[in-house]
């Protein structure tokens, strides 16, 4: 699935007294005439474009005419260059290699002003991982609570 940027058509106002709204034509040809497909769009002079046009595969022009009261429609305002969608193709060879770093895990010695055999409930301290590492080990939310003990040596282990 793409993610595409939404688009909205915009023209000038009818300078006529009797305009009581728009028709907004399109082709998924080059040629654009009251014969295309179009839609009532009210007395608007812009309308976001639906989500079946700019799925389109191919371009598509579009025109916009006045319509009054009586249903007489003026000349088309037809835009200069078709609309077309350009979605990039997705990148290739997406993956995961060891490197030959490491990174040591497991026992701290406690600081100074730390009890031999204390227990504290909430989350690990954070200070040296980074923000991606923090994100995919909390698939983000806070992770449950662990509880950190000393060995005999003063050593803090992690359950």
């Not at 609309?83 to 490197?99: C, F, N």
């Not at 055999?117 to 923090?134: K, M, S, Y």
Request: hydrophobic fraction near 35%.
């Amino acid at each position: 699935m793409a993610k595409i940027r939404k688009c909205k058509l915009s023209w000038g106002a009818s300078d006529s007294d009797h305009v009581i709204g728009y028709k907004l034509y399109w082709s998924k040809t080059m040629d654009v005439s009251y014969d295309s497909k179009y839609i009532k769009v009210g007395n608007v002079t812009e309308i976001e474009l639906p989500d079946d046009v700019t799925l389109s595969e191919g371009p598509v022009m579009f025109a916009v005419t006045a319509v009054d009261k009586d249903g007489n429609e003026s000349d088309m305002t037809i835009i200069g260059e078709p609309y077309q969608l350009h979605v990039p193709k997705a990148p290739a060879g997406l993956s995961l290699k060891p490197l030959d770093e490491y990174k040591l895990v497991g026992a701290t010695k406690p600081e100074a002003n730390e009890l031999r055999n204390v227990t504290t409930i909430g989350p690990e301290p954070t200070d040296n991982e980074d923000a991606l590492a923090q994100a995919i080990e909390t698939n983000g939310y806070s992770p449950p609570a662990k509880m950190k003990y000393y060995d005999d040596v003063g050593y803090r282990k992690i359950p």
